[in-house]
């Protein structure tokens, strides 16, 4: 559509990226900073978008660099 959006702390896009933003988000807020493991918050992400997206599935596969 066009729009343009900035996030400083996290971003997903494509399928399911409205789950996984707002699982990221919801993170975020009620993780304490010395508690937020960014790898396993987004398997919890990815595995949000997935149980509640039609257009998700498969196998998840997370790469940390």
Known sequence: DGA???HERY???GSGDDTAN???HVLFELLPKD???P????????????KHSVT???KLTIHTI
């Not at 790898?39 to 949000?48: C, G």
Request: overall charge negative; aromatic content about 4%.
């Open 4 to 6: 343009m959006l900035e």
């Open 11 to 13: 971003y997903a896009i």
């Open 22 to 24: 707002g699982a990221m």
């Open 35 to 37: 508690e937020q493991d």
């Open 39 to 50: 790898a396993l918050m987004v398997e919890h992400a990815l595995r949000a978008a997935r």
């Open 56 to 58: 998700c599935g498969g």
